[in-house]
């Protein structure tokens, strides 16, 4: 009976050995899996499609406080692209004679009031500045949830190239629907531009900040930028 | 990005049945895998006592010395107790007076026949339980399966909404028990196969080695007689 129970014993012990082992494999196998996942699909994410918001958005801010034209800057934003470039040299202008005049008050101001005063209206300059960087930030978390679902919907047409671009202005209405889609620069491929188009028109609503001020700001109107850099052509 | 769930946590949610099929295969394979380095040692033992044997018996040592080196002993391995059992018969029906040499032969050949059967049995133990569980537990997994997918899909009965998200735990934690029954089915089917051959293999080398040891007999009882 002994000598029974000793032949098994070792052969009892390795086949545990092996179970044990092989649940190890199965639970550390699990998370290797989950990982790799992780880092695949960002890259087909990351390469699909470029969302060129921002720059469209950072001048529409930046030229509001200088300018003071939003219904012109709402109404033809494709126009108004091109004149930055232009007036570049004048704007430069005006905001160096600004800076000068603003240094010129400051001294004057400074020589009134007193060192506390100037201290304390730059803290608030700070809290100010603080405040657009954090709706800056606000409005990026919801350009990127914008982006990802233009990108979930997008399928492209199997004659896009490498560094087509097609832009194209989006319309929203508060709740976050699409109301209009128009095309604004053509990639030079019909079936490009149209799938483009359709990739909008598909996700239909899009998440947008409750924040009336944030939404008119950032997403009433906004381009997006369709670029393919991926493919393999 | 969501956590994935763990395949651990999918068992612990598993309905009974589908439990119960884990349990069984787990067991299954545990059991098999026991056979599986039980027979794998015990067959190469075999392989190695045969070598040895045979070494020996044809060193050109006298038969009735190895005989009684033997006889007498407990740990007496499978073809050593061939040979114990052919020739302690032969010596047997030698010393009775009247025998003739025909039923000698026969009579060792006979108890020769006895002693392989016994150890081609035991050569063979827990060869049939590997059959068994190669050949059922795919099927006891596809049972777990089955069930599971239909558990999750009379879930789905109850839904208005039909979503993927609804059935798939089910229809993943069902699959488990396929991959369970494999998981015990490959190595005992694989561990079937290899035994049985080897089996052949040694229960060819005793009867060649029975015949060669009849032959022996023979030569020796004719030139007594």
């Known amino acids: 009976m002994t000598s029974q129970l000793r032949y098994y014993f070792v052969p009892f012990v390795l086949a545990l050995a092996l179970h044990a082992a092989a649940m190890m494999a199965l639970y550390a196998g699990w998370n290797p899996d989950r990982e790799e996942s992780r880092l695949i699909k960002p890259r087909m994410v990351h390469a699909q499609l470029i969302v060129l918001t921002p720059p469209k958005v950072r001048p529409k801010s930046a030229r509001q406080p200088v300018v003071e034209k939003t219904p012109e800057v709402k109404t033809a934003p494709v126009k108004a692209q091109p004149e930055p470039v232009e007036k570049r040299p004048d704007l430069d202008a005006i905001r160096r004679e600004q800076e000068r005049a603003e240094r010129e008050k400051l001294l004057e101001r400074l020589a009134e009031t007193s060192f506390w005063d100037t201290l304390q209206e730059e803290a608030d300059d700070l809290t100010a500045s603080d405040a657009a960087d954090e709706e800056a930030m606000i409005a990026r978390s919801y350009q990127f949830g914008v982006y990802k679902l233009v990108v979930a919907n997008w399928s492209r047409p199997p004659s896009a190239r490498n560094n087509m671009e097609a832009k194209m202005l989006v319309e929203l209405v508060p709740t976050g629907d699409v109301v209009a889609v128009t095309l604004l620069t053509s990639s030079g491929n019909e079936a490009f531009d149209r799938s483009a188009e359709a990739a909008v028109r598909k996700a239909r609503r899009f998440e947008v900040p409750v924040e009336s001020k944030l939404f008119e700001r950032y997403f009433r109107r906004f381009t997006l930028l369709f670029r393919p850099e991926d493919l393999l052509r | ?225």
């Open chain 2, 1 to 225: 990005m969501p956590e994935q769930i763990s395949i651990f946590e999918i068992v612990a949610n598993a309905s009974p049945p589908v439990l119960a099929v884990l349990a069984i295969l787990v067991l299954a394979s545990l059991a098999s895998w026991v056979m599986i380095f039980q027979r794998w040692f015990s067959l190469r033992q075999s392989i190695i006592d045969m070598d040895e044997f045979e070494d020996h018996f044809w060193s050109g040592i006298d038969l009735r010395q190895l005989y009684s080196e033997l006889d007498g002993q407990d740990d007496l391995t499978s073809i050593e107790k061939v040979f114990v059992a052919g020739f302690k018969e032969y010596s047997r029906l030698t010393e009775q007076s009247g025998a003739d040499t025909e039923s000698i032969m026969q009579g060792a050949q006979r108890a020769m026949r006895v002693a392989l059967t016994r150890e081609e049995e035991s050569l063979e133990t827990h060869l049939v339980f590997l059959a068994t569980v190669g050949s059922t537990s795919p099927y006891v997994g596809l049972f777990g399966t089955v069930w599971g997918i239909m558990n999750s899909f009379r879930g789905l009965a109850n839904m208005t909404q039909a979503t993927l998200a609804t059935v798939a735990p089910g229809i993943s934690e069902a699959l488990i028990a396929t991959a369970m029954g494999l998981f015990a089915a490959i190595p005992a089917v694989i561990g079937y196969n290899r035994f049985s051959a080897r089996v052949e293999v040694l229960m060819k080398r005793y009867n060649a080695f029975s015949d060669e040891l009849t032959g022996i007999l023979y030569r020796a009882a004719h030139s007594r007689g």
